[in-house]
């Protein structure tokens, strides 16, 4: 932070005034604010919450990286967006948000990607790092850029009704590796895209994140350093777990062994983009397009459909004829299908019916086409009668 | 010995409940407690290198001995924003 901390103007001051009055903050305090910068990675549940919440106490440089656009599917949590922003980039439509919010702060938008090659770029200009990334590559990057260039990182995650929060990367406590060392299997947790997430849950995770950068700013109370804050909705009930900083971290133990920025796409076991179009070659033969299944239905030959989605997402929308078998069901019910049958299965984008394929050929199907971009394909390209979701 | 185990996220879906109390042997330790859970539980077991555990609210590591009353936690990673 910069040794001269910037004046308030007289406007600022009647802005922030039940700020001024309390001595935790002071007139010091928000000087501390003006002063300070958090960089928002993302604008989505988390980081709507937290940049609204910062433009308004103050913060005289937020920054947020993003590179998507705003959906009808993100309103229910991304408050910061609204209706007539779909279709527009979430950074313009938040800087204008932040910016009717609070004229007296600078909002500095980057349309990037995060990656190993851009993060120490990133990072260096800010004092505080909010983490309000939605995938595990991006969050050990988060978390090992922070580490390595000293920045504490408010860290917040979310799943369907459950939320987590804590401060990794300060140089007594933890990081988030000391938790987890390493990352789960690609497909094991669901994302809010896959599993759902109830709409205000991003937001009390994303004001604890706030409250924790404005702390870190102003020096007031004590941080969530060292404690693990789990959150969860349907309860109404927080716990705390105390997590020590781990000698044996990889990040910032005492022998570290990673010194930079690796591959952390290649870390997480997502597959790198060339291998992956080779996959998609090789298994063609494996696949169906939602306009050919349509045609042999029309021909009246159908194969038989099984859509290994939840019960729920099967009332949403469906394809006429499909049976619904979830795919945590399907080892125990699989002897319902015929295997020497042709079989198309399918789900909401094409990932779980993948696997659900590949269980079926594992145990003795030989005639399952798994359908390529799911129901939301066959609405894209069939039926668009029906409700996405 | 009685220990009760807390789940969250994907792990108290796969079992059904957030909380659950066993009886462990002398010398259970929190990675045989898991090991129970996950033999219960097949979908468990796929967790087992993803998960981090604390007992009595402080992290703990999968060989830590347990007690008799200890409140054992696994917690998956999650990752939504």
Not at chain 1, 123 to 145: C, H, K, M, Q, S
Not at chain 2, 23 to 52: F, M, P
């Amino acid at each position: 932070m910069s040794s001269t901390l910037p004046d308030l103007s007289n406007e600022e001051i009647k802005r922030y005034s039940r700020h001024l009055i309390m001595p935790e903050v002071g007139v010091d305090g928000q000087r501390r604010l003006k002063g300070g910068s958090v960089l928002c990675i993302g604008a989505g549940g988390l980081g709507s919450p937290a940049a609204m919440y910062l433009a308004a106490a103050g913060v005289g440089r937020i920054g947020i990286v993003d590179f998507d656009v705003v959906d009808y599917s993100n309103l229910q949590r991304q408050i910061i967006h609204g209706t007539p922003d779909v279709g527009r980039s979430k950074l313009v439509s938040a800087k204008d948000r932040l910016l009717a919010l609070n004229p007296h702060i600078q909002v500095d938008t980057y349309e990037e990607a995060l990656s190993s090659e851009n993060a120490f770029r990133l990072f260096e200009p800010y004092d505080v790092i909010l983490d309000g990334t939605d995938n595990f590559p991006t969050r050990y990057l988060v978390n090992d850029a922070c580490v390595l260039l000293g920045k504490p990182n408010t860290y917040g995650s979310i799943f369907r009704f459950e939320g987590q929060a804590s401060v990794f990367g300060m140089k007594k406590g933890p990081c988030y590796r000391c938790l987890y060392p390493e990352p789960p299997p690609p497909g094991l947790v669901p994302s809010c895209a896959e599993g759902g997430v109830l709409g205000v849950l991003p937001g009390v995770i994303g004001v604890i994140q706030a409250t924790e950068a404005i702390k870190l700013l102003t020096g007031v109370g004590e941080p969530l350093v060292g404690r693990f804050l789990l959150y969860d909705a349907l309860k109404m009930r927080f716990r705390e777990l105390k997590v020590p900083k781990d000698p044996d971290c990889p990040v910032c133990g005492t022998h570290p062994t990673v010194t930079t920025l690796i591959d952390y796409e290649q870390f997480c076991g997502v597959r790198p983009a060339a291998e992956a179009s080779v996959v998609s070659v090789a298994s063609n033969g494996f696949e169906i397009t939602s306009v050919e299944l349509k045609q042999r239905i029309d021909k009246g030959q159908p194969p038989r459909i099984v859509d290994v989605r939840e019960p729920n997402e099967f009332q949403i929308n469906r394809i006429p004829g499909a049976e619904l078998i979830p795919l945590g069901e399907l080892p125990r019910r699989y002897a319902e299908l015929d295997a020497t049958e042709e079989l198309v299965v399918m789900c909401k984008m094409g990932g779980r019916s993948a696997k659900a394929a590949d269980f079926l050929r594992s145990v003795g199907f030989t005639r399952v086409l798994n359908l390529k971009g799911g129901v939301l394909d066959w609405v894209d390209k069939v039926d668009p009668s029906q409700p996405k979701y | 010995m009685r220990v009760t185990v807390r789940l969250f996220a994907r792990l108290r879906e796969i079992a059904g409940t957030a909380e659950l109390t066993r009886t462990v042997e002398a010398g259970a330790t929190v990675g045989s407690l898991w090991k129970d859970l996950a033999r219960e539980h097949a979908a468990l077991a796929q967790y087992e290198r993803s998960i981090s555990s604390a007992v009595n609210a402080d992290y703990a590591r999968m060989d830590r001995p347990l007690a008799d009353g200890d409140e054992v936690a696994f917690l998956p990673p999650v990752s939504g924003g």
